[in-house]
């Protein structure tokens, strides 16, 4: 799709990855990219990326603004179907760095289900059979669950209200706990930004010139797992710890 688009042939490539993934899963993924006849430019947990491109964002305003280094603290959220990643990013005087980063197998699915069985707590005693009628109902369900998940994220209840057959019937309106604090940010498209970002990544990586600047900023970036060997006995002995800025040199 992408080499239609550009009527051109790709090879270079910057992956995002969930913060979760493991360093074989990372090198299986850069097995597969190869067979594929691609070279990886980055494989990069995707808050690290967005953090790249909110800090360009934020060094624009900036600049905008005619200067100011005051520090700009940043809580990088971003849910998949099976995974949740969290980064802490600071950002000041066109260097971005870090701070904190964590992932977990936790996703917007477990949302959906937890969703589903709040509407209708019975719902594995109900559908056991698993017959046509029974893996319509539950259709049914999961589309009214994954409704309500996107309608919360903007608004504070949702009406649901969905004829399930053989009697069953669901009219119930969830509620989001009120959270007080910031504002989310709202100057990037959520449903666009990682790809943004990476594509951001891939011009610094590929070192594209920008009269502009909006390219010239360092980015410093964390392990979101920690580094180490295995001592005796199979115990895991770190000597990198997680968090820490890399590149980084440790002697034992």
Do not use: W
């Amino acid at each position: 799709m992408v080499e239609v688009q550009l009527k051109r042939a790709v090879r270079n490539v910057v992956l995002t990855v969930p913060v979760s993934f493991s360093q074989f899963q990372l090198t299986r993924i850069e097995r597969a990219c190869a067979m594929a006849g691609l070279f990886v430019l980055r494989l990069m947990p995707e808050p690290t990326v967005v953090a790249l491109l909110y800090g360009q964002h934020q060094q624009q305003i900036v600049h905008d603004n005619m200067g100011g280094r005051s520090e700009n603290i940043a809580m990088i959220f971003n849910m998949g179907a099976g995974y949740c990643d969290v980064c802490v990013t600071a950002t000041t005087g066109g260097v971005s760095q870090i701070k904190a980063l964590s992932g977990s197998h936790i996703g917007g699915e477990d949302i959906v289900q937890n969703i589903m069985h709040h509407l209708l707590p019975n719902m594995d005693s109900l559908f056991l059979s698993h017959e046509n009628n029974e893996m319509k109902a539950m259709g049914l369900l999961r589309v009214a669950a994954q409704d309500v998940v996107i309608k919360l994220s903007s608004q504070e209840i949702a009406m649901i209200n969905v004829d399930l057959e053989n009697g069953l019937r669901i009219c119930k309106v969830p509620g989001q706990p009120e959270i007080r604090g910031d504002e989310a940010y709202m100057g990037m498209d959520p449903l666009e930004i990682v790809v943004c970002s990476a594509a951001l990544e891939g011009a610094v990586a590929s070192e594209v010139s920008d009269p502009l600047g909006s390219l010239n900023l360092l980015t410093i970036q964390a392990t979101p797992h920690s580094l180490g060997i295995e001592a005796d006995g199979h115990t895991f002995v770190p000597i990198i710890p997680r968090n820490m800025t890399i590149p980084a040199r440790k002697e034992m």
